[in-house]
């Protein structure tokens, strides 16, 4: 007997959970290391092998074992390792001011630090050729012209040339090169100096590095630029003044492709709106959980131009602190929904980290609002978020009647299409074409509703339930 087909209304259902609240769940973040606040986020770099690498100042006052630098690394599949000591600070006391920087160069790790190992101002440099299981003595790199003090050293790459930027004596210094002569100046002035919370990283497309930092100076604000390899105009974010300073700006590169990105707030109110801006270019928007306020905030490399976004707050109406987190398609064009999960700090200074293998390998620079909770550098780990869209058509027999259904079912990630994503639901298990399509059949009843479970490797598992007509 022929079956007639006969077309529900093929509606794409709301991709994916909900902005995270319907999820419930409270982050727990693996401690990586005890560290005062300082005044910079994480040091941090990942080398071709996948492991994402963390320096930081340690300090027997913060119950490390030595007073210097200290390196932990990440392998990429998330397994913490045990620290090294990758620096023991010469004589009786003291550590590097602020965090390391951390770079790599010719598949060598590179530390740089501020402070005066040997009564010389620096900066300073260490180096790694086996992973960050040891490292080399300390070599005064600075040019001579300039003394950086004891004061945090950032380090990142414009092509081959080392650029390190510095907050000394209330400005932003900028160094091209290594050692005796290399070019050196201060990138602030009266008015957006007097400045701290330096970040740094480089354009995949162009080889230009970007600095951000916030100053108190006569236009006081947070601040983007380009330092090398030329100079390029400072140009203030569109935070709302009731922010105020002391909000690090965390930014991101693309891993290939243009652009340097920095993720702020658009208004200060209830129900943050998050943008996401690009020196030199435009901001588009983010997006928004509902109560959620947004008090530190942050962008994050992805993979394949892609960019993750976080902000973290608390919830105007539950009074709960909360972590907000997305993903950018790979044109930056739109985003995953939004997840949102549990997590109580009494203090939390940054967020920062990288997901160029997929997951955000997220770092959080803070103090748990938990007994006796230490404060320091925090690991976790989150995956990015499908989305779904299922379209049904009814199959009649001769009679009209319907007796079961067949279900088109569009995976995707931000918009792109997700091949080789598991649906399961209906009459057994189809894999996504190219196009991230795949088709199912099932029983059903008008009335009913049909629960597809959707997987694939490096996402969140994805529950869609549809009704059926």
Not at 24 to 43: C, E, I, K, N, W
Not at 84 to 96: E, N, T
Not at 227 to 246: E, F, M
Request: with cysteine; aromatic share 8%.
């Amino acid at each position: 007997m022929a079956a007639l087909l006969g077309l529900v209304l093929a509606c794409p259902v709301f991709l994916g959970l909900a902005p995270g609240k319907a999820l419930g769940a409270a982050l727990h973040p693996t401690l990586l290391a005890q560290v005062s606040y300082g005044s910079t986020p994480p040091a941090f770099a990942r080398t071709t092998d996948g492991t994402l690498h963390v320096a930081f100042a340690s300090n027997i006052n913060w119950g490390d074992s030595a007073n210097g630098v200290g390196a932990v690394s990440i392998s990429p599949s998330g397994h913490v390792l045990p620290a090294v000591q990758a620096l023991a600070w010469p004589g009786p006391g003291g550590s590097p001011s602020g965090i390391p920087g951390l770079a790599v160069s010719n598949g060598a790790l590179e530390a740089t630090f501020g402070g005066s190992p040997g009564g010389d101002d620096g900066p300073w440099g260490i180096s790694s050729t086996d992973g960050g299981a040891t490292w080399s003595v300390p070599v005064n790199i600075g040019s001579g012209s300039m003394a950086f003090g004891d004061s945090h050293v950032d380090i990142a790459y414009s092509g081959a040339t080392p650029v390190l930027t510095a907050g000394c004596c209330g400005g932003i210094v900028i160094q091209q090169g290594f050692g005796p002569g290399a070019p050196t100046s201060q990138l602030t002035n009266s008015a957006d100096g007097d400045a701290g919370n330096t970040d740094s990283t480089v354009d995949a497309a162009t080889g230009a590095v970007i600095d951000s930092w916030d100053s108190i100076g006569s236009a006081s604000g947070l601040y983007l630029q380009q330092v090398a390899p030329t100079l390029g105009a400072p140009v203030r974010l569109a935070v709302p003044s009731q922010y105020g300073t002391g909000v690090p700006v965390i930014l991101a590169g693309r891993d290939s492709g243009p652009g340097v990105f920095a993720a702020y707030p658009a208004n200060y109110g209830q129900t943050t709106h998050i943008r996401l801006y690009r020196y030199g270019a435009g901001t588009i928007p983010v997006g928004s959980v509902p109560s959620l306020h947004a008090d530190v905030w942050g962008a994050t490399t992805g993979p394949d131009g892609r960019i993750w976004v976080t902000w973290w707050g608390q919830d105007a109406k539950t009074g709960k602190f909360e972590l907000a987190l997305t993903r950018s398609n790979k044109e930056l064009t739109a985003f995953e929904p939004i997840q949102v999960f549990g997590l109580g700090y009494s203090y939390l200074y940054s967020l920062s980290g990288d997901g160029r293998l997929g997951p955000l390998d997220l770092l959080i620079v803070g103090t748990p609002d938990s007994p006796n909770a230490a404060a320091g550098i925090y690991y976790s780990r989150l995956l990015p978020e499908l989305s779904a869209a299922v379209s049904t058509t009814a199959v009649k027999n001769k009679s009209g009647q319907v007796v079961s259904y067949k279900f088109k079912v569009a995976v995707t990630d931000a918009g792109d299409p997700v091949s080789g994503a598991q649906v399961s639901g209906g009459a057994g298990t189809a894999t996504t074409n190219g196009k991230g399509i795949a088709h199912l059949k099932s029983a059903g009843q008008p009335g009913g509703q049909k629960t597809f479970t959707i997987t694939a490797p490096g996402y969140r598992q994805l529950t869609v339930t549809v009704p059926l007509s």
